[in-house]
């Protein structure tokens, strides 16, 4: 029988191509959950990267900067 061999079965090896992307500049992004309450209730709203921009005003690549000059400073002045 083809593709048995002594009772097992045979799986033909197959070559698999993966492509791999190289990317030279990464950039952070938002993931903002947010819980919102008026009079009538409250609920939870997810913002992403495009709306958490315009609520925060800056991006995550600038916010991640001013916090590790923040953290340089801090350490300075410790030290």
């Given at each position: 029988?083809?593709?048995?061999?002594?009772?097992?079965?045979?799986?033909?090896?197959?070559?698999?191509?993966l492509?791999?992307?190289?990317?030279?500049?990464?950039?952070?992004?938002?993931?903002?959950?947010?819980?919102?309450?008026?009079?009538?209730?409250?609920?939870?709203?997810?913002?992403?990267?495009?709306?958490?921009?315009?609520?925060?005003?800056?991006?995550a690549?600038?916010?991640?900067?001013?916090?590790?000059?923040?953290?340089?400073?801090?350490?300075?002045?410790?030290?």
């Amino acid at each position: 029988m083809r593709g048995r061999d002594k009772g097992k079965i045979v799986v033909p090896k197959m070559k698999v191509n993966l492509l791999f992307h190289i990317y030279s500049v990464s950039s952070f992004r938002y993931i903002m959950v947010v819980k919102v309450s008026d009079g009538s209730g409250e609920g939870w709203v997810s913002a992403f990267n495009e709306e958490a921009e315009k609520i925060i005003g800056c991006s995550a690549d600038e916010l991640d900067l001013l916090k590790s000059q923040v953290t340089a400073k801090v350490e300075q002045s410790i030290m």
